[in-house]
């Protein structure tokens, strides 16, 4: 495992071809190794030096050690906040070893192409980005396939869907790119299409807008034209219009706004 910088470096000048311009808003070379060598100094300062005392960047070094040994999220997280200028490379997960002698045929079982896994892994953006949209492909033929069938095991499974991803993940990492396909096939394995917590805030500021189109409305309101104007169904518009929660919060609408509107007398059916 190698610093950011370097690595960065060793790339660019083993490569004949034309260097992209660095992304918007991400350091330079130069300045991440700026940042390092000034944590370093920063750390020096803040621990005084004695007969026996690691210096910053074998400490640094240390650090590395311990999280290529064990690479859990307490080791990368101590490494990253004591030298918060410096920064890794995650650890590898494919093995090419590993990945030709025994994943290879696993591969092959769900048609995926065994070179292309390859390609992606060597940081290749148009390889990554293909492989994305195969996973996805599987993936969408599997959950088809469970809707009319009951065959255990049809399909490519999560555990090797789930694996390729995450070695995509460090491999796009490691060559500085991120395909949106693989965010999209990502962000669908993490918390799918409507994650709860997004559900929930979605339910309040729907909730929190009727009551505001309930106070609009005034003399006028009605089930069947709250759901209209909210696009919910009538027994959701008329669960409102019941509680007498939601009819506090409206009469606090109303007391807090202007509105060219008679005071509000809120009806729970019509």
Not at 40 to 69: M, N, S
Not at 151 to 169: E, F, K, M, Q, R
Not at 184 to 201: E, F, I, M, N, T
Request: net charge positive; proline share 5%; hydrophobic share 40%.
């Amino acid at each position: 495992m190698r610093f950011g910088p370097g690595r960065a470096t060793a790339r660019c000048c083993a490569s004949h071809t034309v260097v992209q311009p660095a992304r918007a808003n991400l350091p330079t070379v130069s300045e991440r190794c700026a940042m390092l060598d000034k944590s370093l100094k920063c750390t020096a300062a803040l621990k005084p030096g004695g007969k026996g005392r690691a210096q910053p960047f074998d400490h640094w070094q240390e650090l590395i050690a311990v999280y290529e040994k064990e690479p859990t999220l307490a080791n990368y997280l101590s490494l990253r906040r004591e030298f918060p200028g410096g920064d890794i490379e995650p650890s590898t997960l494919m093995d090419f070893d590993v990945f030709l002698f025994s994943v290879r045929k696993e591969l092959e079982k769900h048609g995926i192409d065994a070179m292309l896994v390859c390609d992606a892994m060597d940081g290749d953006d148009r390889a990554i980005d293909e492989l994305s949209l195969v996973l996805m492909e599987r993936l969408i033929e599997r959950d088809r396939k469970k809707t009319t069938t009951q065959t255990l095991g049809l399909g490519i499974p999560d555990s090797l869907a789930n694996y390729l991803i995450a070695a995509a993940l460090e491999a796009a990492c490691r060559a500085g790119v991120l395909p949106s396909s693989l965010a999209v096939l990502a962000r669908d394995r993490l918390c799918g299409l409507s994650p709860r917590v997004h559900k929930a805030y979605a339910a309040r500021q729907r909730y929190g807008d009727a009551g505001f189109a309930a106070a609009q409305l005034g003399d006028d309101v009605r089930v069947r034209k709250l759901a209209r104007l909210m696009g919910v169904s009538t027994g959701q518009a008329g669960k409102w219009l019941a509680s007498a929660k939601f009819r506090q919060d409206v009469e606090a609408v109303i007391k807090t706004t202007r509105f060219p509107r008679s005071p509000l007398k809120l009806r729970a059916g019509g």
